[in-house]
């Protein structure tokens, strides 16, 4: 009687396991059609992951509602599939009940993502303010070319000034061409750096100028005497500096902060970074305001 109560239960956890084992099997089935389906039909870019987040019974009757998020390094974007029980068909777009658009519902809003602030490697980039800024870090991709860059360093500066304990500024290169005169100046203005912090800074400062704005699009060679002129100016070693730019390490700086803007997918300058948030090309009042009352 004992065996025949223990085969008995030992059959019932068998079966149970096997259907728990068919569950997951199912389960993988239908959102594996899901995903392959999603990435044939799209063109996502290189750095876009696509992970599962649910799936359940949907209205549609033989259907199971699959969702997925696209995950990039400043977005997380739902969509919802929904998947047929033998996962041979496919629908993919908005499903309509009595006006409600349920697809929509299901997935949720799409929500940016916090950006790991170790990703900008602050300590080897050129900032200023505040050295442990216990309310704001900003990370900004600009080059000297830029009109708008200009106003955005001038608004910039302006904070730092009234906030010097609590603004903490690192300035990213981003040329927008890899080759010609705006790289260029990016790579001896990155050069400057190996002089020092200060020396960097003499320079940003000058090239963001009014009159500073008059010598962005001159030669290389006039640019670099301007650049020498500045430092001897302020008391720094020149010599420094032309041997940092002979030896590539400016422009090992500048490739190294566009290969960093490319990874969060910066695409235009200026593009500011706030305590890992992505907020565009503009710090407002009220951005301002919300970071320095946290």
Same mark, same amino acid.
């Given at each position: 009687?004992?065996?025949?109560?223990f *085969?008995?239960?030992?059959?019932? @956890?068998?079966?149970s396991?096997?259907?728990? +084992?068919?569950?997951?099997a199912?389960?993988?089935?239908?959102?594996?059609?899901a995903?392959?389906?999603?990435k044939?039909q799209?063109?996502?870019?290189?750095?876009? #992951?696509?992970? *599962?987040?649910?799936?359940?019974?949907?209205p549609?009757?033989?259907?199971?509602?699959?969702?997925?998020s696209?995950?990039?390094?400043?977005?997380?974007?739902?969509?919802v599939?929904y998947?047929?029980?033998?996962?041979?068909?496919?629908i993919?777009?908005?499903? +309509?009940?009595?006006?409600?658009?349920v @697809?929509r519902?299901?997935?949720g809003?799409?929500?940016a993502?916090? =950006?790991?602030?170790?990703? *900008?490697?602050?300590?080897k980039?050129?900032?200023?303010?505040a050295?442990q800024?216990?309310?704001?870090?900003?990370v900004? +991709?600009?080059n000297f070319q830029?009109?708008?860059?200009?106003?955005?360093w001038?608004?910039?500066?302006?904070?730092? #000034?009234r906030?010097?304990?609590?603004?903490?500024?690192?300035?990213?290169?981003?040329?927008?061409q890899?080759?010609?005169i705006?790289? #260029?100046?990016?790579?001896?203005?990155?050069?400057?750096?190996?002089?020092?912090?200060?020396?960097?800074?003499?320079?940003?400062?000058?090239f963001?100028?009014?009159?500073?704005?008059?010598?962005?699009?001159?030669?290389?060679?006039?640019?670099?005497?301007?650049?020498?002129?500045?430092?001897?100016e302020k008391?720094?070693?020149e010599?420094?500096?032309?041997?940092?730019l002979q030896?590539g390490?400016?422009?090992?700086r500048?490739e190294e902060?566009?290969?960093?803007?490319?990874?969060i997918?910066v695409?235009?300058?200026?593009?500011?970074?706030?305590?890992?948030?992505?907020?565009?090309?503009? =710090?407002?009042?009220?951005?301002?305001?919300?970071?320095?009352k946290?």
């Amino acid at each position: 009687m004992v065996k025949r109560i223990f *085969f008995g239960t030992l059959c019932l @956890t068998l079966l149970s396991w096997l259907l728990i +084992f068919q569950g997951f099997a199912q389960e993988d089935k239908h959102v594996q059609v899901a995903i392959h389906t999603f990435k044939s039909q799209v063109r996502l870019r290189p750095e876009a #992951e696509v992970k *599962f987040v649910e799936k359940k019974e949907s209205p549609i009757p033989g259907f199971y509602s699959v969702k997925l998020s696209i995950l990039t390094p400043t977005r997380e974007d739902p969509v919802v599939l929904y998947v047929d029980a033998k996962g041979e068909i496919v629908i993919w777009g908005f499903l +309509f009940i009595k006006g409600e658009n349920v @697809t929509r519902k299901e997935a949720g809003a799409s929500r940016a993502r916090k =950006i790991n602030m170790a990703l *900008f490697d602050i300590d080897k980039s050129a900032h200023r303010g505040a050295s442990q800024a216990n309310k704001m870090t900003v990370v900004e +991709f600009s080059n000297f070319q830029c009109p708008f860059c200009v106003k955005s360093w001038r608004k910039m500066k302006e904070l730092l #000034e009234r906030h010097p304990q609590e603004i903490r500024y690192v300035f990213k290169h981003f040329p927008l061409q890899p080759r010609g005169i705006q790289f #260029e100046l990016s790579e001896m203005a990155a050069a400057t750096q190996e002089v020092s912090q200060e020396a960097f800074w003499a320079v940003h400062d000058f090239f963001f100028s009014d009159d500073g704005q008059t010598w962005v699009k001159k030669e290389r060679e006039v640019l670099k005497k301007k650049i020498e002129e500045i430092l001897k100016e302020k008391g720094y070693d020149e010599k420094v500096f032309q041997e940092a730019l002979q030896a590539g390490k400016g422009k090992k700086r500048v490739e190294e902060d566009m290969l960093t803007g490319h990874k969060i997918g910066v695409r235009a300058t200026p593009t500011i970074v706030i305590n890992g948030d992505l907020i565009g090309s503009t =710090i407002t009042d009220k951005m301002l305001e919300q970071y320095l009352k946290n």
